[in-house]
Structure formats: structure tokens, C-alpha cells
């Protein structure tokens, strides 16, 4: 049974918006969903976190819905350089291990 | 601010050798993470540090493999008699102690990658 799920990939091209979901259907009651993008040869990069509802910052904005089954990685006008791997972090109830990230979407932005 | 930073970046070792990496967090952050990344996978946690306290470790995470951390500073992992299996990246995270671990922004190092020949 998969602990978070997440696309393998996606594809979209310069100025759209990108929306990348994760499914963590075991979150924790009181943790938090972090999300991160991670370039080749580099660790993870903080990009948004939150606990319910919308977050927005200054680079994306974060949709989790009341039952906190899912979150939405919202990516505005993304350029060639927001090629990378994008992963959720989140907590899961009743697991060993307490921090899970997803598999990662592996997100190609075309000219 | 100099980050997170992980020595060595790369290491090629023998089946059955033992190797040790180490891990400079960034200097006012109390808590400090080790993952293990494979090809295509999200990072696996293996264990994090509050302080010099090792508050959890993952039950994936076998006898042969320790981590330190002394006056809660800088951050060793060792693996002991490597396998083929234990190649991957290693990454050292860390961040300043917020509710809980799930709250923390971690700042990641460029991580260390282990081939066990």
C-alpha cells in the first residue's frame, strides 16, 4: 500500500500554470504537508508548507482539502528553470517511519 | 550563510568495508536530519538529532548503520561491512526546532553518494 502518491511526471511549457497533486491518505491528525523541489546533484529545496486550506507564497501556493487526503502544488508561469523533481513531505499515523516523502513528479517545462 | 555542508561529496568503497560521512549543519539549528536517496525515489529518512539527542530512527535503518552527534554540532553516519545495497545518496538535513518535525523548513546539503562496488 503506497504511502503517498504522487505523478511520475509531467510536462508543460513556459507562462502555464502547473498543478501536481499528492495523495497521503494516512496523514498524521496534527502534522503539516511540506513540499520541496529538487534539482539534479542538489538535496531538496524548501518551497511551501501547510496544514489546511490555502498557503500562498511567493513562488507557489498550496491547496489541501478539508479531509487533508490530498495536496495540490500550484506552480504559476513556470519557466525553464522549474524543471525538477517536486515531492510532498508529509507525516503518516501509525508508521514507522515518521517522515515520508513521495516518489516525486519529475516536471519538464518546454520553451 | 555557508549551509548545510557533507564531506566527503563522493565515495567509492568495497563490499564489506565500513565508510563514514559527515555533515555540517547550518550553525544555529538545533535539529539534524540523515536520508537516503536511490535513483528515482524521494529520500528514505533514516534518523534525526535534536541537540546531541537522537530522538528517532527509522526501523528500515539496520544495526550496521549509526549516526552521531556530539555537543550537538556537526553530524557523522556510519556504515559498517557496506553491501551493494547501501549505494545512494546520502543527504543531511537540518533546521531550527519549530513544533515538530513536520513543521520545520529543512535545509538540505548536497548530500554524499556511496557506491558499494
Known amino acids: 500500500l503506497a504511502k503517498t502518491t504522487q505523478p511520475i511526471s509531467m510536462d508543460s511549457y513556459e507562462g502555464q500554470e502547473v498543478n501536481i497533486t499528492c495523495s497521503h491518505n494516512?496523514?498524521?491528525?496534527?502534522?503539516?504537508i511540506t513540499w520541496y523541489q529538487q534539482f539534479p546533484s542538489q538535496g531538496p529545496r524548501f518551497i511551501i508548507q501547510?496544514?489546511?486550506t490555502k498557503v500562498t507564497n511567493e513562488v507557489a501556493s498550496l491547496f489541501i482539502p478539508a479531509d487533508r487526503k490530498s495536496s495540490t502544488l500550484s506552480l504559476p508561469r513556470v519557466s525553464l528553470s522549474d524543471t525538477a523533481v517536486y515531492y510532498c513531505l508529509v507525516v503518516l499515523s501509525g508508521g514507522y517511519n515518521k517522515l515520508i516523502f513521495g516518489a516525486g513528479t519529475r516536471l519538464a517545462v518546454h520553451p | 550563510d555557508t549551509g548545510v555542508s557533507q564531506n566527503p561529496r563522493h565515495k567509492i568503497t568495497k563490499r564489506g568495508q565500513n565508510v563514514t560521512f559527515r555533515c555540517d549543519p547550518i550553525?544555529?539549528?538545533?535539529?539534524l536530519y540523515w536520508y537516503r536517496q536511490t535513483l528515482g525515489q524521494g529520500p528514505e529518512f533514516l534518523t534525526y538529532f535534536q541537540n546531541e539527542a537522537q530522538l528517532e530512527k527509522s526501523r528500515l535503518l539496520s544495526d550496521r548503520f549509526s549516526a552521531e552527534r556530539p555537543k550537538g554540532s556537526f553530524s557523522t553516519l556510519e556504515i559498517q561491512r557496506t553491501e551493494q545495497g547501501d549505494s545512494a545518496m546520502y543527504l543531511c538535513?537540518?533546521?531550527?526546532?519549530?513544533?515538530?518535525?513536520?513543521?520545520?523548513?529543512?535545509?538540505f546539503g548536497p548530500g554524499t553518494r556511496l557506491t558499494v562496488l
Open positions: 538535513a537540518s533546521s531550527l526546532e519549530g513544533v515538530g518535525p513536520s513543521t520545520d523548513t529543512q535545509y
Open positions: 550553525s544555529e539549528h538545533n535539529r
Open positions: 494516512n496523514i498524521a491528525t496534527n502534522d503539516y
Open positions: 501547510g496544514y489546511k
